[in-house]
């Protein structure tokens, strides 16, 4: 039977060795715990072998679950898509958002983050997949007009870009798909003089993909549960 934390540690080899290959270091790139359907026993072990860095897609679920948590040094993100009347939760529960996708759902974050007397770090999510089902901004005059925005707000902190690439895609279309997303964000940042550093992209089916075209942060799920047995 294979551990959570066996699996935890073999993807973040795999990451780093990735990294490597692409002439790149391995600090460069961070692993995202991704929990969603998972309950707290099973996300505990995690915590204990030193994963800090985690993402939810649900808020009602992880409403549910993390409290039951220690969350003392842990960094918890929503990447999931966020609907605009449960921004104030949002804002108040989680750590990051890394799913705004609209400048009107930016400004709520805005609004309700300074109710809640905190800073909350943001990534903008971008469609670069054209697919239909996925959020994110699909227009770049609006993603834009986003990233324009976020230079003058107090309370939410505008970091970087995110993205999901089409489902079952080859390598090239993949990659394709996270190339446009770094030119985007390297664009956005000369334009509006804001530093982006984070482009989180890439999951357990193509980090390797991301990568190679400059992830900051893959999102790690599937690969993390596999073969582990309650």
Do not use: Y
Request: glycine share 8%; charged share 25%.
């Amino acid at each position: 039977m294979i551990s959570t934390a066996e699996n935890w540690k073999r993807i973040n080899e795999a990451v780093a060795l990735e990294a490597e290959r692409c002439g790149r270091k391995p600090q460069e790139v961070k692993v995202m715990a991704v929990t969603k359907l998972h309950t707290a026993e099973e996300i505990r072990p995690l915590i204990e072998c030193g994963c800090r860095l985690f993402g939810e897609n649900r808020l009602a679920e992880s409403l549910e679950k993390w409290p039951l948590l220690n969350r003392e040094g842990v960094s918890l993100h929503l990447i999931g898509h966020l609907q605009s009347n449960k921004a104030k939760a949002a804002a108040g529960f989680f750590d990051a958002v890394d799913s705004v996708d609209s400048l009107s759902t930016l400004l709520k974050v805005e609004k309700h983050a300074a109710a809640a007397g905190k800073r909350l770090p943001v990534l903008l999510e971008v469609n670069c997949s054209g697919e239909a089902a996925k959020h994110g901004f699909r227009s770049e005059t609006e993603f834009f007009r986003a990233v324009e925005a976020a230079a003058g707000l107090e309370f939410v902190s505008v970091c970087g870009v995110m993205t999901m690439a089409a489902l079952g895609a080859d390598e090239k279309t993949v990659r394709a798909s996270f190339a446009r997303l770094r030119r985007l964000r390297d664009k956005a940042e000369t334009e509006s003089g804001l530093k982006l550093p984070e482009l989180s992209m890439g999951m357990s089916g193509d980090f390797r993909q991301a990568v190679a075209e400059g992830s900051t942060t893959v999102r790690i799920g599937t690969a993390l549960f596999e073969g582990v047995s309650g």
